[in-house]
């Protein structure tokens, strides 16, 4: 066999490869900090009939995920655009993003 007939990859540049872990990284970040609010929005529990400020706290962090991830999410189209990351990056924000929304409408009720 030659090597025009073997089916190689040709290898990315190493500016390339750590472009993308670098895209890699600050999406992570992103997704972190949006996790750490729907975080605080799942775990949130009212302490009784009286805690009316359970239902404000709960919306609140899952609104801040929310627009945390929307962040991400577009920063997910810009990378995924210029064929630093693959598609699949997608489903991370739209996962958090689905989460959230369903915390909101689901908030206890006092």
């Not at 359970?54 to 997910?76: C, D, K, N, P, Q």
């Not at 655009?81 to 409408?105: K, T």
Request: with cysteine; net charge neutral; glycine share 8%.
């Amino acid at each position: 066999m030659t090597d025009q007939e073997t089916n190689t990859h040709p290898q990315k540049p190493p500016t390339a490869l750590i472009a993308t872990a670098l895209c890699g990284a600050l999406l992570l970040v992103l997704h972190a900090v949006g996790g750490f609010f729907l975080l605080n929005a799942v775990l949130t529990e009212s302490e009784g009939p009286w805690d009316a400020n359970v239902t404000t706290t709960v919306r609140l962090m899952a609104a801040l995920s929310v627009g945390t991830e929307l962040l991400a999410g577009g920063i997910t189209a810009a990378f995924v655009s210029l064929g630093r990351l693959r598609r699949w990056w997608y489903a991370i924000p739209a996962a958090l993003i689905l989460v959230s929304i369903i915390r909101m409408v689901f908030a206890p009720i006092p």
